[in-house]
């Protein structure tokens, strides 16, 4: 029985000290985490209540930091499990055993639907066009020679002129002074193309962001601005084809759209933004007061310049049945192909995590026969916008309840007090479920962001979420995620593979790929072709593998106390196989990240 507490904090300390009796001497043990010091003497002792605060957070988190998951402090000083808690789950990981089942796991970024099919490196060895086109392409930009041709060739004075009426007719202010001054006399590569000035001040990727592709109301498909780079069918075969049907679309094309949950129908030239001198430092005060009809100018001449580089290289009618096949493929078909790999490769799973997962997806899905084998565990707050979320399958064989509880919210409010983890609605998902041996597990998938600099503080929450309540502490973690890290990270701007390795093994935790992952075991390769605005990012077809995303970015963990690997695979073929140095997606394989799956085993010691 308790006979005395005593509790005194101070700024930047949590002293707490319980003993049985008064007069014991007393055994400080030290425990650090982040900034605040955490003092406890445990000899003799038991904790009873402690108050909730920023302390006891403090102090959940410090447990965890030395035994993760199911563990908390005990009469002896040291961190032990729950004896009654821990017994149950181990109860069910014997009965797991002696029926010798395993869990398999797949985890897959399946990746958000890209509106442009062009933009990505894709191997499509079917058709030689593909590559021929794109090399073609590449040339063009890199070594364009005598094709360096002044703007006004290709976006000609006649094309201006009507612009300008139809700028003048909607009340923006005039801009034939950057034209005769400065855009038509530019060379369209390396005056225009290849200028990073442009580049920096949004002249021509913001007007492309608002308009290549836009969402209405009560119409499944997306419609187009004529370009080259999104699924824009129409005839793009000669410029004055382009012209007539661009004009036509920014001006007399009235479209209804949702947004902030209010629906409004306008033509699409006023959906454009300006552009603020504050966000994008490049543009100049006088730019800025006219952002608006420079943009609308300059989008149009980046579109004009697509399409004659496209009509150069290419018989117009060989790109643009390259462009409908890969548009079939890589943008409609994207979600039917998606769902056809998790149905007949991934259907015999027991657990399947998967991000950039969209609304439509999850829709599909619960029609098909997945919606038959497994509960479909969506976010309860969806992200309807980004429509890129982190999903759940359980089979409905191994987990007959389906999910217990979710979870996700908890997590988000464990990450450490004053750190700023970049993550976006969706992008975890955090479930509990208990399986058909009784065993209580918490499964989560997550999103990283582009620099896996979230990882390690998400990982830390779901640990800090698990000790922080008595009913989650013996449930046994399943993490599938994307952890975006890198085989060679740039200090402090990315997270590099083996410190992250080092991180979950801190919790007693391993993965499929062990305790230390091999960074070389790569899960992506993809790399941006020359067709995309972003052409400082662009890759040259000979060093798609050295500057492309190559990195070992996919993971599933687990304790390392309740299972071990029985065997892990990895597959961009959707046919569980994985073809090294091979980009990816494919017509066949929708993803840029590969599939990652094991099959685990129960560790039971006696």
């Known amino acids: 029985m308790v006979r005395s507490v005593a509790l005194c904090t101070a700024a930047d300390e949590l002293i707490i000290g319980v003993a049985a009796t008064p007069s014991l001497p007393l055994t400080v043990t030290k425990l650090f985490y982040s900034f605040r010091q955490l003092l406890f003497i445990p000899l003799g002792c038991t904790i009873l209540t402690l108050p909730r605060s920023s302390h006891v957070c403090a102090y959940v ?5 030395l035994g993760g998951a199911g563990q908390f402090l005990g009469s002896s000083g040291r961190i032990v499990p729950d004896p009654d808690l821990s017994a149950a789950a181990m109860k069910g990981l014997e009965a797991m055993a002696a029926a010798r089942r395993k869990l398999q796991i797949a985890t897959w970024n399946i990746a958000a639907i890209n509106n442009n099919p062009f933009e990505y490196w894709i191997t499509y060895n079917e058709e030689p066009a593909y590559e021929k086109i794109m090399t073609e392409i590449e040339i063009f930009l890199e070594s364009p020679g005598e094709k360096d041709v002044p703007v006004s060739a290709v976006f000609t004075e006649a094309m201006f002129d009507q612009l300008e009426k139809r700028m003048d007719g909607v009340g923006w202010d005039n801009v034939r002074s950057y034209w005769d001054e400065d855009f038509k006399n530019r060379k369209i590569v390396s005056g225009f193309m290849k200028d990073p000035l442009l ?48 004009e036509k679309f920014m001006f007399d094309t009235p479209l209804t759209i949702e947004n902030k949950g209010e629906t409004k129908t306008d033509p699409v030239y006023k959906m454009l933004q300006p552009i603020k001198k504050a966000k994008y430092p490049d543009i100049t005060e006088a730019e800025e007061k006219v952002s608006l009809p420079l943009q609308t100018m300059c989008g149009a001449i980046f579109d004009a310049i697509l399409v004659h580089m496209m009509n150069t290289v290419s018989q117009p009618d060989v790109w643009q049945s390259l462009k409908k096949t890969m548009v079939e493929n890589l943008n409609k078909q994207k979600v039917p192909h998606t769902l056809d790999i998790l149905e007949n490769v991934y259907g015999t799973s027991d657990i399947i995590t998967l991000q950039e997962v969209s609304a439509s997806l999850i829709n599909q899905a619960r029609r098909r026969e997945l919606g038959q084998k497994f509960w479909i565990v969506a976010p309860s707050d969806l992200d309807a916008v980004r429509d890129q979320n982190s999903v759940i399958f359980l089979s ?25 983890v970049p993550i976006a609605k969706g992008d975890i998902l955090a479930i509990t479920a208990t399986d058909r041996d009784n065993i209580p597990f918490i499964i989560a998938s997550f999103h990283g962001d582009t620099n896996g600099l979230a990882t390690k503080p998400v990982l830390s929450a779901i640990i800090t979420a698990m000790t922080s ?14 952890a975006n890290t890198y085989e060679k990270a740039k200090p402090g701007k990315q997270q590099d593979v083996l410190e992250w390795g080092k991180h979950y093994v801190s919790f007693r935790l391993t993965s499929c790929w062990g305790d230390v992952p091999n960074p070389s075991n790569y899960t992506t390769f993809n790399s941006r072709t020359y067709l995309q605005p972003q052409l400082n990012k662009a890759c040259k077809k000979s060093d798609k593998r050295s500057n492309g995303d190559v990195n070992p970015k996919d993971f599933i963990l687990f304790g390392k106390g309740d299972f071990k690997v029985d065997r892990t695979w990895k597959d961009n073929t959707g046919e ?31």
């Open 61 to 65: 988190r410090a447990l965890s930091r």
């Open 199 to 246: 580049g920096s001040k949004r002249l021509a990727s913001m007007p492309d962001r608002i308009t290549n592709t836009i969402n209405v109301v009560n119409s499944d498909e997306p419609v187009c601005r004529p370009t080259v780079i999104n699924m824009y069918s129409g005839d793009l075969s000669t410029l004055d084809i382009w012209w007539s049907a661009w």
């Open 396 to 420: 409905k064989s191994t987990f007959p309840a389906g999910p217990s509880a979710e979870i996700t919210h908890l997590v988000e409010g464990s990450f450490e007090q004053g750190v700023d």
């Open 576 to 606: 569980k196989k994985y073809i090294e140095d091979m980009a990816f997606p494919t017509l066949k394989f929708p993803s840029d990240h590969g599939v990652l799956a094991t099959i685990i085993e129960p560790v039971v010691t006696h």
């Open 469 to 482: 309540d008595p009913a989650l502490i013996t449930h046994k973690l399943i993490f599938g995620l994307d």
